[in-house]
């Protein structure tokens, strides 16, 4: 038996206040949308650049 959409989703997502907050974006106006996934795509595309470079930003760096 197939569960409802949202807990398939629920069940996915690990992270309940990451799950909220889509929802919220849901409700959001088209533009508004638009921008929250612009914002994504360009921290995934940082995160994907910088671990083929293999870049360390100052926050991750190691002392010691």
Known sequence: ????QD???SAQLADK???KQFR???LLS???KHLVKTFIDASSLKDTFSNS???KSPDQTVTG
């Open 1 to 4: 038996m197939m569960g409802s």
């Open 7 to 9: 807990e398939m989703v």
């Open 17 to 19: 206040e990451l799950l």
């Open 24 to 26: 919220e974006v849901e």
């Open 30 to 32: 088209p533009e508004d």
């Open 53 to 55: 470079l293999n870049y």
